[in-house]
């Protein structure tokens, strides 16, 4: 019985930390949002090419690759 208590009242305390970090932020905000008035298509478009862009700096392998290699 003891530790039904116990356990309740963890669960109660750890909910209640998890509220007090969700005060004060809309719900579904990443943090991560675009500016407001930004096309979509816009957006996407920019995305796309810093992505390319960023594919650009990957260097080619050299060999292809075996997942059961066991060491070097």
């Known amino acids: 019985?003891?530790?039904?208590?116990?356990?309740a009242a963890a669960a109660i305390l750890l909910?209640?930390?998890a509220h007090a970090q969700m005060k004060g932020r809309p719900s579904g905000d990443t943090g991560a949002s675009a500016p407001k008035g930004e096309?979509?298509?816009?957006?996407?478009?920019?995305?796309?090419?810093?992505?390319?862009?960023?594919?650009?700096?990957?260097?080619?392998?050299?060999?292809?690759?075996d997942p059961w290699k066991i060491g070097k």
């Open 1 to 7: 019985m003891r530790l039904v208590l116990i356990v």
């Open 15 to 17: 909910s209640g930390q």
């Open 39 to 65: 096309d979509p298509k816009k957006r996407m478009e920019r995305e796309e090419a810093a992505a390319k862009a960023a594919m650009k700096n990957v260097p080619d392998s050299k060999e292809k690759y």
